[in-house]
């Protein structure tokens, strides 16, 4: 293998993310627990997932669901106290899973006590902890940020007569990272983390640290689509270099940031690892694949199409295949549940999408993250009234709409599909009551479709199930090196029903044959003519010898050979 290829735990290892509000109630509160967390381990474990990420756990007063940080070392009373925290790590750690944490430091809680010194006064020692704008100076250049009804990322503060910066909510005040007090307070607490034995951590939008505290006039290029602007701060790389020396380097940890703004020609600059700065980094082309230009969280009117698809995946292989490391995800808690997304959720192809999707996360180089419900098929809840989504995004936004007297139905048909609320409801554990998730009214609806199959104990019961073609997906990945660390080859690029490609290391070589399409498809392969392709594992039925190099491919169909 090519140094590059250095064999590492957090490349071999397969990602689960939880997002706790939802996974399992222990309290009766309808909001998911530590407790919860760790009553389901053995199951975790069961999947061959080697590796937990957590959305925040911390001290939070949930103006964006725990993304706003009132003490970063504290436990969110909701979700438990340090005790079951210490001892979900102690009984993670008994099972041999790793434990990432989220960092969130682009921002704090406006009830952060940092916040709540920083706004009392101008010479406060916590002042400059946070970008303030003294409004003697006139109104501040315009910022954009993402949850505030006003698009206004800078809020007027009376008692200091000042504004301070808020990329998100008006309660997620940016934090200075060009102050050195800050950086080490930040450092420190991510210390005192990995000296508990934590694995990792997963750092929340890290692509914007950095700002010129200028504050200049935003360049007319980036007027409508900012993110590339927020993502190239001036001191963006010296920061992390620093976390990683100070921190990082100490601990055998893996990191992965949150990067929008980050492109495949900037992306070696952060996971080069002579750079010395993250391991991996989730990049945003896919999830704006099916979204309107800048419009991260507004649909595209037409469908995206395969091919389109497949040069994303490609172009970010290249990037990698010297150095660095990358990541694949299909959803997360930001993003519509993968199925209903990027396959067919209908009663008729939900089973091959599902599956499919699944064996493409795992036959991909790049760490694969799965995100919980995405093993048993987990889809969209399409909510119809406002009075049912909970998440900041989706009802700032209503009222954005709603303020300027916009079509609020059309708002709605657009949530169906966008809201990130989609990804949040209950983890669907069997047939009881609100899916076995809690016994009191879950903070957010459960899907439906739990009575219908979507559960993990029917599942469990089924030999063919998604859930247990996932475990099947998941060891064949474990037990094939070429499929973690092997080059990637794209076939048939202009098709727009397969996505074909190969994987090779050495002397084995896979082959791997995916449709997202409703339509079959004969697809004829030329150079496997004469070769003998075996099939490994397949979601439907499918030519177990190969002789001829023609394969009929079903719908969502997924086949997964070994080339002699
Ligand atoms: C990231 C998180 C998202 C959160 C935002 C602000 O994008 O993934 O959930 O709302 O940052 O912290």
């Known amino acids: 293998m090519k140094e590059h290829l250095e064999r590492l735990w ?22 998911g627990d530590l407790q919860g967390i760790i009553k389901r381990l053995d199951y975790i474990k069961s999947l061959g997932v080697t590796i937990i990420w957590l959305n925040p756990v911390y001290t939070s007063p949930n103006d964006d669901n725990g993304y706003d940080i009132s003490d970063y070392r504290g436990i969110m009373s909701e979700f438990g106290t340090m005790e079951d925290f210490d001892q979900l790590l102690e009984e993670m750690k008994q099972r041999g899973l790793k434990l990432v944490m989220d960092l969130v430091v682009n921002h704090s809680s406006d009830e952060h006590q940092w916040f709540v010194e920083s706004r009392k006064s101008r010479d406060n020692p ?84 950095s700002k010129d505290t200028n504050y200049p006039e935003l360049p007319q290029e980036y007027e409508g689509n900012f993110v590339p602007f927020y993502a190239n701060g001036p001191n963006l790389h010296e920061y992390l270099n620093e976390m990683n020396n100070e921190v990082l380097s100490k601990y055998d940890v893996m990191t992965v940031g ?5 492109t495949l020609k900037n992306a070696l600059d952060f996971v080069d690892e002579d750079r010395k700065e993250l391991n991996m980094f989730f990049h945003f082309d896919l999830m704006s694949l099916d979204r309107d230009g800048d419009e991260v969280f507004m649909m595209r009117k037409d469908k995206w199409k395969l091919t389109e698809f497949k040069k994303i995946h490609t172009d970010w292989d290249a990037v990698f295949s010297e150095k660095g490391w990358g990541s694949m995800y299909l959803n997360n808690h930001d993003f519509p549940r993968s199925v209903s997304r990027w396959g067919d959720d209908s009663k008729t192809h939900w089973y091959n999408s599902a599956t499919m999707l699944q064996t493409f996360l795992l036959t991909m180089r790049g760490t694969p993250y799965f995100y919980y ?11 119809q009234n406002i009075t049912d989504y909970k998440d900041i995004n989706t009802l700032n936004r209503y009222a954005s709409v709603k303020n300027v007297g916009g079509d609020v139905s059309a708002f709605i048909e657009n949530e169906k599909d966008a809201s990130r609320d989609n990804a949040r409801t209950p983890m669907q554990w069997d047939t009881s009551k609100n899916a076995g998730f809690s016994d009191e009214k879950p903070w957010i609806k459960v899907n439906d479709n739990y009575a219908e199959g979507i559960n993990v104990a029917s599942q469990e019961n089924d030999r063919g199930s998604v859930l247990n073609y996932f475990r099947k997906m998941v060891q064949i990945r474990k037990d094939h090196l070429a499929l973690i660390y092997g080059s990637y080859e794209l076939l048939a690029p202009d098709n727009e029903r397969v996505y074909a490609y190969t994987r090779t290391l050495e002397e084995d070589k896979y082959l791997i044959l995916l449709s997202f399409s409703r339509e079959r498809e004969i697809l004829t392969l030329e150079q496997f003519k004469g070769q003998n392709a075996k099939l490994l594992l397949a979601n439907d039925d499918a030519v177990v010898h190969v002789k001829d190099g023609v394969f009929k491919v079903r719908p969502y169909h997924a086949m997964l050979y070994t080339i002699d």
Not at 190 to 197: A, L, S, V
């Open 10 to 31: 957090w490349k071999e290892g397969i990602v689960y993310q939880i997002y706790p509000r939802s996974f399992q109630d222990t309290t009766g509160n309808g909001i």
């Open 126 to 209: 916590f002042r400059d902890y946070y970008h303030w704008w003294p409004a003697e100076k006139g109104i501040p250049p315009k910022r954009w940020s993402y949850f505030d009804v006003e698009g206004n990322a800078w809020k007027y503060d009376e008692t200091t007569n000042a504004y301070y910066l808020h990329y998100f909510s008006e309660k997620q005040p940016d934090l200075k990272w060009e102050n050195p007090k800050l950086r080490e307070e930040v450092y420190n607490a991510m210390r005192f983390w990995f000296e508990k034995g934590v694995d990792g951590f997963r750092m929340d939008v890290i692509s914007f640290i």
């Open 258 to 262: 949150e990067a929008p703004g980050v």
């Open 373 to 383: 419900g995405e093993e048993i098929g987990m889809t969209n809840i399409r909510f």
